[in-house]
């Protein structure tokens, strides 16, 4: 039997400290989940990961990634081809992670306009 979540952190406790909380930031991010979700689809380019993240800066996405492949999560592939190109892919860790939080988004993405509320008509 699994060991409970409260077996590992009594009292349901998770210490400011703790590795955790910071790998909870990047991957639990408004960009962090959608990119590493967006990747289920296979390898992506920079314009193409920016488009299915509708909204995220430049900047933000820069840094998403960057965060995501330090965690060694995200692949970064730079091609040798004029103009430059950079592909962008799951590690097998990452594609681990990916599969729990496919759920968590379809879970979302079904439930949100109840607890939420309708969107405004346009």
Request: proline share 7%.
């Amino acid at each position: 039997m699994a060991e409970s979540i409260f077996e590992t952190y009594p009292g349901g406790v998770f210490p400011a400290a703790c590795s955790s909380r910071v790998l909870l930031d990047h991957v639990m991010s408004k960009w962090g989940v959608l990119v590493l979700v967006s990747l289920t689809d296979g390898t992506q380019r920079w314009s193409e990961l920016r488009r299915r993240a509708e909204g995220v800066s430049e900047k933000m996405l820069a840094q998403t990634l960057r965060t995501l492949e330090a965690d060694g999560l995200v692949h970064r592939e730079q091609q040798p081809v004029m103009p430059p190109r950079v592909d962008y892919s799951l590690t097998p860790l990452g594609e681990e992670l990916a599969e729990v939080l496919v759920p968590l988004l379809r879970w979302v993405g079904r439930n949100a306009d109840d607890i939420i509320g309708a969107p405004a008509a346009s």
